[in-house]
């Protein structure tokens, strides 16, 4: 399709509780972005792909933030042990190459941590 | 590192006039790509346009047209004839030019919440 979908639309997780979040590209875009947006309106990048590898990592909290690209699978971004600060909009896009030409995004999932 | 910096947290318009948002921004890089995004309260992301580095010309799409000004590191969006549509935060982002190690992350400003009123 020529949307990117990300689900679920909104997720409320305990304190401490697993989160997974799932993502699937534009069909044909080698390049998946993950967002992290928090109540300030502020974007932090987590991660990006390219197909089903890693290309840039450097923003992921390692110890709980964990992210796969598998083939003929959504992408997802999972977070072990949630804590309160992650409430925030996660956002997934995706780029045909090297996002030149922007990316398009998700509508994004809602985390909330209670 | 880039920085985005986006001076106006909010601004206000009235229906059918021209608002004009500001953005600059801080590298060290010669080529890049600069874009504006809009985020209504649906929060989806969409892209409002794009510019490249190496091009004088400014970009325009329709109503929105932007005014680069590489020098000065200035990249404003103004929008004519604004619409109650266009009641919006907009982000302005850039990129690094893909190639020679760039990692084609975005790196956006902290938006600015434009309020068009009937």
């Known amino acids: 399709g020529e949307e990117v979908a990300q689900t679920p639309k909104h997720l409320v997780r305990g304190e401490g509780q697993k989160a997974k979040l799932y993502c699937a590209p534009i069909?044909?875009?080698?390049?998946v972005f993950w967002y992290q947006q928090v109540l300030k309106n502020e974007f932090k990048f987590l991660i990006s792909?390219?197909?089903?590898?890693?290309?840039?990592e450097t923003g992921m909290p390692k110890e709980r933030f964990s992210a796969k690209c598998l083939p003929n699978s959504p992408c997802s971004l999972e977070i072990q042990a949630t804590k309160l600060e992650d409430s925030a909009v996660y956002f997934c896009?995706?780029?045909?190459?090297?996002?030149?030409?922007?990316?398009?995004f998700g509508s994004g999932t809602r985390l909330t941590v209670v | 590192a880039q920085t985005v910096t986006q001076s106006q947290p909010e601004m206000s318009v009235q229906e059918a006039e021209t608002v004009t948002l500001s953005c600059t921004y801080d590298?060290?890089?010669?080529?890049?790509?600069l874009f504006w995004y809009k985020q209504p309260p649906s929060r989806q992301m969409i892209l409002v346009i794009r510019?490249?580095?190496?091009?004088?010309q400014n970009a325009t799409e329709n109503r929105f047209s932007v005014n680069f000004q590489k020098a000065a590191k200035s990249f404003s969006l103004k929008i004519s004839d604004s619409q109650l549509g266009d009641t919006a935060m907009y982000f302005c982002?850039?990129?690094?030019?893909?190639?020679?190690?760039?990692?084609?992350?975005?790196?956006f400003g902290k938006g600015t919440l434009l309020t068009v009123n009937p």
């Open positions: 982002a850039f990129m690094k030019r893909p190639g020679g190690g760039s990692n084609y992350k975005l790196t």
């Open positions: 792909f390219q197909n089903e590898n890693v290309f840039d």
């Open positions: 510019q490249e580095a190496y091009k004088q």
């Open positions: 590298t060290s890089e010669s080529n890049y790509y």
């Open positions: 069909k044909g875009h080698s390049y």
């Open positions: 896009a995706s780029s045909p190459s090297q996002g030149r030409r922007g990316y398009t």
